[in-house]
């Protein structure tokens, strides 16, 4: 799960890790407020879950509260387009304001866990404010690497070698230190993937802040983190992935026009490549998980057919767990009550494989039944 | 015959009591594996299935033997459950459970590490060896008995795979569903370094997915250390970037979570990859006739 910058410097502020002053608002009039308060200049920064918003003009340094003001006016409500919106780009409904600060040097920070190494590792880099994507591809000598042992925490020599390899004066080694134990703390302790600060500032003061901030949290672990599930932002999720994420379904919507309908991340995400492989486009990602109901069928089909870009729709089901009639009446079900006049390819295989067959077979909707994944991508590809 | 489990491995069940645990520990036995027992803190003394059910793995072990355990505790709990199976020394743990936080396998693998115990999954459909046992969840009767070692990291692509298989009279020797989170007990190298000593396995299905580089490492092994030939496929050629990883997971894997990264590396070390999933089964019996 991902949450605004705001939210994550909230949390960070509360396990002691040092941000900018700063308070969200939703209108100009209260930007103008906020800015007041802080005097010299403050950023306006526009609140998505994207990066690269200051490239797209979503933030701007106001000189005094007047500028703030004005500045919020124009990014409120603006739809921002970066590379990581896609071309629809984000409608903007906050803006933080945060105090201006004298910045003497900018650096990457990250923690996240190792795949390999299967423990917490932070990375930093000298090459503050650059997308770290970037600095792997030029650079990758540039960015370092330190593995935790949860057991241990980090260790003070850790911190050295990072401290040393980006180049950071031996004089904010402790402030590092307390900044990066206290950082670890709030990546443990809120269940988070992943937290980044970039960048992380050395202000002219010669203090450390965290410049911008962004978390990602373990959505296995939402269950044990209420307080972080409540920071879910339902206005940057597509509709109908909201309403399939209330049914427990696993849906992510595409830009093709042949809906897929299959059980099982891995089967769903090669459906989506065989039907690249002849010739459509997949409309979308749906895995109706292992042990759906009949009403869960239901539901899933209703929300694929609900985007109006799809022509046809494939269901791909290798019964194991779940029974090839409990989806098979789940479709007629569904058919019979949306009424669909799109063109249904259905391909059911494994447990209660002739069950399934039969329903279709003796509902009055016409499906085209698929023999083989080939045959089912290679009938709903003709279809569309 | 078959890579970590045989007729002889004596399975115990933990959560066997739950609603799926029970479900599928059915299933194993009709399928012919060897349950011994169950275990349901709180349960101990009570029969179910016809299984004695114990309050804990430790009392189970040294009261009915058991060395494999199969785990469908709920998320919360399953990482405990992991690590009472391995600190009761079974040496082989399969778990099936799907949502497990990764912070508490991170702590699983540092007790994993240190224990001579393999852990298989979590969320994975377990591990068969067909006409000899089934631990997990996947469908018995697709499979049938053979010489192919089929590793997979999902669930129902590995039932379509392994029926493509089928389908061809080509049986297989085991297969192994390692299972699709970052953090898992057991890697594709783990697993092909048992096929390979496995006189039995002649060839070997691998099947992977976007994110992380296990199949870039696996690739690596197949050409320096691994001489049956293997057939691979990896799904999510046509995943949107961005949808599953997060921002900087890419960094640690030098940007190596791709499909197309994953299936050129594969290829470069001499493994015979297949764009379709429909052509698994085929590109097997090609490369199984080619050997002959």
């Known amino acids: ?384 | 015959m078959s890579i970590w489990v045989s007729q002889e491995t004596r399975v115990v069940v933990q959560g066997i009591t739950g609603r799926e645990g029970s479900f599928h520990a059915k299933q194993c036995l009709d399928y012919g594996t060897l349950v011994v027992a169950g275990v349901t803190p709180g349960k101990g003394g009570q029969e179910h299935l016809g299984l004695p059910v114990f309050d804990t793995v430790r009392k189970a072990v040294i009261e009915t033997g058991a060395d494999t355990s199969v785990i469908f505790v709920p998320p919360p709990f399953a990482a405990d459950a992991i690590i009472e199976a391995v600190e009761s020394e079974i040496n082989l743990v399969i778990a099936i459970t799907e949502g497990i936080p990764v912070q508490d396998m991170i702590k699983v693998w540092d007790c994993l590490k240190e224990s001579e115990s393999r852990l298989i999954g979590p969320n994975c459909p377990g591990i068969i060896s067909p006409g000899q046992c089934k631990i997990g969840i996947m469908p018995g009767d697709i499979h049938l008995s053979g010489r192919v070692g089929v590793i997979s990291r999902s669930g129902t692509l590995t039932y379509e795979a392994v029926h493509q298989l089928s389908q061809r009279d080509i049986g297989q020797s085991t297969c192994v569903g390692i299972g699709g989170d970052p953090i898992s007990g057991t890697s594709f190298i783990d697993a092909l370094r048992a096929f390979g000593e496995d006189e039995y396995t002649e060839a070997v299905v691998m099947i992977g997915e976007i994110g992380g580089t296990a199949e870039e490492e696996a690739a690596y092994y197949v050409k320096s250390e691994f001489n049956k030939p293997v057939v691979g496929f990896v799904a999510g050629q046509t995943a949107p970037p961005g949808r599953r990883m997060g921002h900087a997971g890419a960094i640690i894997s030098q940007g190596k979570g791709t499909a197309e990264e994953k299936m050129s590396t594969m290829r470069k070390c001499g493994i015979e990859v297949v764009r379709s999933p429909a052509d698994i089964g085929e590109a097997l019996q090609e490369v199984l006739k080619r050997e002959v």
């Open chain 1, 1 to 384: 799960m991902n949450i605004h910058e705001y939210q994550a410097k909230a949390i960070l502020d509360s396990f002691g890790v040092p941000v900018p002053n700063g308070k969200v608002v939703v209108s100009p009039e209260e930007a103008f407020d906020v800015a007041r308060e802080f005097e010299g200049v403050v950023a306006v920064k526009a609140q998505i879950h994207a990066g690269g918003r200051g490239k797209a003009g979503g933030v701007k340094i106001a000189r005094n509260a007047e500028e703030a003001k004005s500045y919020a006016e124009s990014i409120l409500g603006s739809t921002l387009v970066t590379h990581q919106t896609g071309p629809e780009g984000r409608v903007v409904s906050r803006v933080l304001i945060e105090e201006g600060v004298q910045i003497s040097r900018e650096f990457y920070l990250g923690l996240l866990v190792d795949r390999n190494s299967k423990r917490p590792v932070v990375m930093a880099s000298r090459e503050g404010g650059v997308e770290i994507e970037e600095v792997a591809r030029r650079n990758p000598e540039l960015i370092l690497k330190e593995i935790i042992d949860p057991r241990v925490g980090l260790e003070e020599s850790q911190v050295r070698n990072l401290a040393s390899g980006i180049g950071l004066d031996d004089g904010l080694q402790g402030e590092l230190f307390r900044f990066l134990n206290s950082l670890y703390k709030a990546f443990v302790e809120t269940d988070a993937s992943m937290v980044e600060i970039n960048p992380l500032i050395v202000t002219e003061r010669g203090e450390i802040l965290a410049l911008d901030a962004k978390m990602n949290f373990d959505d296995n672990a939402l269950y044990r983190r209420t307080e972080i599930a409540e920071l879910r932002d339902y206005e940057e999720e597509e509709e109908l992935e909201i309403r399939a994420s209330k049914y427990g379904l696993n849906y992510i919507k595409l830009d093709g026009s042949v809906g897929c309908m299959v059980n099982g991340a891995g089967l769903a995400m090669a459906t989506m490549d065989i039907i690249k492989l002849s010739g459509g486009n997949p409309a979308n990602f749906l895995d109706v998980g292992g042990g759906a109901s009949v009403e869960q069928v239901k539901n899933a089909f209703q929300i694929l057919i609900a985007d109006e870009n799809v022509r046809a729709v494939l269901i791909n089901i290798y019964g194991g767990i779940m029974r090839c009639d409990i989806v098979a009446q789940g479709v007629v079900q569904a058919v019979s009550e949306v009424g669909v006049e799109i063109p249904v390819v259905v391909r059911l295989e494994g447990t209660n494989v002739e069950e399934g067959r039969k329903i279709l077979r003796e509902s009055t909707i016409r499906f085209e039944v698929a023999d083989s994944m080939r045959d089912a991508a290679e009938k709903v590809c003709a279809a569309v």
